[in-house]
């Protein structure tokens, strides 16, 4: 409820600040000529995500700061993922940091990163996103009014419970929390369990009540959000890798001179590396604070098994989106180049 109440007043505030102080500087002086840019995250302070987007920031309020003021709200202030993500759409905030599963609802094509088992290697998963065809994706949601700009890691997401899960029948009958996304429900219920698609700030209180039996993210969701203090066992089956993408609304895009643009561009890039950077450190940490601190116990799943139980979403998927064959046809051959390890 409060965090409900918090996102509505957030939200007038919003609608109604531009209205009364069109342009205040942070030092509270009235210019009309300032545009305040407004970023939306789901994530705590210090998160990668937070970091890479206070950097980008720092950046453009000290190379463009007479004519932009950069605003970073983190914590789902402004509404969860999929809300942020509506308010990017319309203009009422210029950026938003979320993970592919709630593009999916815009452009098919961002379901790709929903099929389990998609990259053999997280060296595969880095070379495809860094790659040029993958830039095709980004532009697939124009129509709607935005646009990825960058993408961050987010890691390899496995599923987390009370109970060890060591391969996919040891889910039989589990509530298991997904992202809104229908190809993640595909996913659980191959496993032979339960989806229950809730925002991501709900997760911890429905583990701690038990309205889920478990959840499946990256390491960092135990220890940034806590998840590790409802959840004791996390099974390293390592469904999916999901990069979080920066996602901008395009008529601000538009909006700029060529000379912003270049340094609104040079912002994201940096956003970027940042985030790149810190994720690979703090991945490292959590799983130290989770098994050190929080009492957490990593467990090896039977990976061979999980991909077993999932194959028939990638066949279905391809069928009916024969679009993505491009993209598959590039992952393929990352896969073959990197396939030993899977983390
Ligand atoms: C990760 C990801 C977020 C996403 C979250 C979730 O934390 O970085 O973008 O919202 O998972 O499971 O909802």
């Not at 705590?44 to 932009?68: Q, R, T, V, W």
């Not at 991501?200 to 960092?220: R, S």
């Not at 220890?223 to 979080?244: C, I, L, R």
């Not at 130290?288 to 929080?294: G, K, L, S, T, V």
């Amino acid at each position: 409820m409060n965090r409900k109440f918090t996102t509505i007043l957030a939200l007038c505030a919003l609608l109604i600040l531009p209205i009364l102080v069109s342009g205040c500087s942070s030092e509270g002086n009235l210019d009309m000529n300032k545009k305040i840019v407004r970023i939306s995250h789901g994530q705590p302070d210090g998160h990668p995500d937070d970091i890479a987007m206070k950097e980008f920031a720092k950046y453009i309020n000290e190379n463009l700061g007479d004519s932009f003021e950069v605003q970073v709200y983190g914590n789902g202030l402004l509404g969860d993922s999929k809300n942020a993500l509506e308010l990017t759409q319309t203009g009422a905030i210029d950026y938003v940091v979320c993970s592919t599963s709630n593009l999916e609802a815009y452009s098919k094509q961002y379901g790709m990163f929903s099929v389990p088992y998609l990259f053999s290697s997280k060296e595969a998963y880095h070379k495809f996103m860094d790659g040029e065809t993958v830039k095709n994706m980004y532009q697939s949601t124009d129509a709607t009014g935005f646009r990825a700009v960058a993408w961050f890691d987010a890691g390899v997401r496995s599923f987390y419970s009370n109970k060890p899960i060591e391969k996919p029948e040891d889910m039989r009958g589990m509530k298991i929390r997904v992202q809104p996304s229908p190809l993640n429900v595909a996913m659980i219920q191959a496993l032979g369990a339960g989806a229950v698609p809730m925002g991501f700030g709900e997760v911890y209180t429905a583990l701690q009540q038990g309205t889920i039996d478990g959840a499946e993210n990256n390491e960092l969701a135990l220890t940034t959000v806590k998840h590790g203090e409802v959840a004791k066992y996390y099974s390293y089956d390592m469904h999916q890798m999901q990069p979080d993408m920066l996602v901008a609304n395009i008529k601000f895009l538009e909006s700029l001179t060529e000379e912003q643009r270049r340094v609104f561009d040079e912002a994201t890039e940096l956003a970027h590396d940042v985030e790149m950077e810190a994720w690979a450190k703090q991945t490292e940490e959590a799983k130290n604070i989770a098994e050190n601190e929080m009492g957490v116990t990593f467990v090896e799943a039977d990976v061979a098994a999980f991909q077993k139980a999932c194959e028939s979403i990638q066949r279905n998927y391809l069928k009916n989106n024969p679009d993505v064959q491009i993209y598959f046809d590039e992952i393929k051959k990352y896969n073959d180049e990197f396939s030993s390890v899977n983390q």
